[in-house]
């Protein structure tokens, strides 16, 4: 009998990140292209001492209860909302994630978003295929300017950094908040202006959305926040669905009361608002904002690298709940 310490992966990642991982463990890996049913996740969880999970996975006391060997889980993403921490913490079970490898990735997209929504790519693409394009015309899919517009932020974490950063080539001017304010140095080099979200909201002929999903940011941009924004705005958001409530997000998009939005994640995803579905004014992304071969790759090597030291007694690099380590098992 081995001696290795037990790990499930809950879905096929890069190969790399496997082989890694089987070096020093048994692996039981989920080969399918789906999640892993509830009840078939709980019955193979139950004699690992490592989980290597994604954001489809729900860490809860039931898990946790039925896994009574689990040391350390690891979510191959920055976020964690799939996870019950307090559970975790009193289980005395490590859970980690991966930040910093997604974040140029990831905000790389969220400017593409950005410009698609405001050049309205998605509808003239769309226009070709269907073969609508028989002349050209002055007046034909007018879109938004980006460059010397209005960008403003609204989670200035290492994503939000990021936008700004791509911002300066277009000569945006650049407005934010977050609960915590950017040091003065940081705000002087990438001349960021610090506001209240109301005026963010008010001011800004783009708008994107970085902040983690917390109870207090539940809903943020609602028909409220929706109404603040100037009708020739764009709404992106990379950041987590439930930010945006979807009806009211489909309501002012449907009355012309802002522009357009780019949307890779979604309040009840995969699910999509059906109004949104039909709107042609909205660019629709399957939550790819991470998924490019080297970055997905580097997240899978990371949240093994957690994983391992997990298993190995020590503190792993991006641990989520430090109390644990008082009482882990």
């Known amino acids: 009998m081995s001696t290795q310490p037990k790990v499930l992966v809950s879905r096929n990642i890069a190969q790399s990140a496997i082989d890694k991982l089987a070096k020093q463990c048994q692996v039981d890996l989920n080969l399918t292209p789906n999640p892993l049913p509830r009840s078939e996740l709980l019955a193979r969880v139950k004699d690992c001492q490592g989980l290597v999970s994604l954001l489809l996975d729900k860490i809860d006391d ?11 889980v690891s979510n191959v993403a920055v976020g964690f ?22 974040t140029d990735t990831t905000a790389d997209f969220a400017f593409t978003l950005l410009m698609a929504a405001a050049r309205r790519v998605a509808e003239a693409e769309r226009y070709v295929r269907d073969g609508n394009f028989t002349e050209w015309k002055l007046d ?30 277009f ?11 950017a040091k003065p140095e940081v705000e002087k080099e990438y001349a960021l202006t610090f506001c209240d979200r109301e005026t963010v909201l008010r001011e800004s002929d783009f708008v994107s959305l970085h902040v983690p999903l917390l109870p207090t940011t539940r809903h943020l941009i609602n ?27 489909a309501d002012a998009l449907e009355k012309g009361q ?24 909205v660019v629709l992304a399957p ?12 997240m899978a090597l990371l949240a093994v690298d957690n994983c391992l030291a997990g298993l190995a007694g020590q503190t792993p690099p991006n641990l989520l709940n430090p109390d644990v380590l008082k009482n882990r098992r």
């Open 140 to 169: 034909l899919f007018l879109g938004q300017d980006i460059h010397h517009a209005t960008l403003g932020i609204l989670g200035l974490g290492r994503i939000g950094l990021g936008m700004a950063r791509r911002a300066r080539g």
């Open 62 to 72: 039931e898990l946790l209860t039925a896994a009574p060997q689990l040391k350390v």
């Open 223 to 249: 028909a409220q926040a929706l109404g603040l924004m100037k009708k020739t705005a764009i709404l992106v958001n990379t950041s987590r669905g439930p930010v945006v409530d979807e009806g009211a997000l």
């Open 81 to 102: 909302d799939n996870f019950d921490v307090a559970a975790a913490t009193r289980h005395g079970v490590m859970l980690t994630n991966t930040p910093g490898v997604l």
């Open 258 to 281: 802002i522009a357009g939005a780019g949307l890779d994640v979604y309040e009840y995803e995969p699910k999509v608002h059906p109004k949104l579905m039909a709107l042609p004014n």
């Open 287 to 298: 939550h790819i904002a991470s998924a490019s071969v080297a970055t997905r790759t580097n």
């Open 171 to 181: 000569e945006m001017k650049v407005i934010y908040h977050d609960e915590i304010r």
